[in-house]
T-cell receptor, first 112, second 114 residues
Framework: GQQVMQIPQYQHVQEGEDFTTYCNSS?????IQWYKQRPGGHPVFLIQ???SGEVKKQKRLTFQFGEAKKNSSLHITATQTTDVGTYFC????????????WGAGTKLIIKP | GAVVSQHPSWVICKSGTSVKIECRSL??????MFWYRQFPKQSLMLMAT?????????EQGVEKDKFLINHASLTLSTLTVTSAHPEDSSFYIC??????????FGQGTRLTVV
């Protein structure tokens, strides 16, 4: 079936280091969304990418959507303690208006 | 990995009737469950957060009397859409989280009110 692979499952970084999570879909996506879940919280919508090759930035966060619309990445520059949480990608297959396919999430852990 | 089962996956009902959607955590105890609503090609909108054994906390603008949430056990939460109308047609999705854990999503329920 259709699935989105997200790696890595966990990433430990020192504060100030960069962080990247990658999503790869088995099917072409019409758009892809990114969510962040803080510890103890619920997934919160961050951004949606629609166009092939699209790159969007939110302060230290950079989101990319691949040319083939099958992969995406989230890169955080110079991580801060407030970045701690789990980042999920979720994509809409081309033939679906409702059914998001979720990545398993990448947990960002800041080393003390 | 953790599995959250949501049922039914789709339902069609007549205007004025009520519909119940179930969300079950299959291999973990979900101390907290979240209910979302989603419009076509849009992001999830959080409707309410429920903790096992206590009343749900609803987001601003969500009618608690219309969207009844019950979280009576650590593995089951239900969302009942009461007196459904066509404008309630949407995709409803739950997510479940064990204490201190990551939230896992159900498959979603497509509700169509005719």
């Amino acid at each position: 079936g259709q699935q989105v692979m997200q790696i890595p499952q966990y990433q430990h970084v020192q504060e100030g280091e960069d962080f990247t999570t990658y999503c790869n879909s088995s099917t072409t996506l019409s758009n892809i969304q990114w969510y962040k879940q803080r510890p103890g919280g619920h997934p919160v919508f961050l951004i949606q990418l629609v166009k092939s090759g699209e790159v969007k930035k939110q302060k230290r966060l950079t989101f990319q959507f691949g040319e083939a619309k099958k992969n995406s990445s989230l890169h955080i520059t110079a991580t801060q303690t407030t970045d701690v949480g789990t980042y999920f990608c979720a994509g809409f297959p081309m033939d679906s208006n409702y059914q998001l396919i979720w990545g398993a999430g990448t947990k960002l852990i800041i080393k003390p | 990995g953790a599995v959250v089962s949501q049922h039914p996956s789709w339902v069609i009902c007549k205007s004025g009737t009520s519909v119940k959607i179930e969300c079950r955590s299959l291999d973990f105890q979900a101390t907290t469950m979240f209910w979302y609503r989603q419009f076509p090609k849009q992001s999830l909108m959080l409707m309410a957060t429920s903790n096992e054994g206590s009343k749900a906390t609803y987001e601003q603008g969500v009618e608690k009397d219309k969207f009844l949430i019950n979280h009576a056990s650590l593995t089951l939460s239900t969302l009942t859409v009461t007196s459904a109308h066509p404008e309630d047609s949407s995709f409803y999705i739950c997510s479940a989280r064990e204490e201190g854990g990551v939230a896992f999503f159900g498959q979603g329920t497509r509700l169509t009110v005719v």
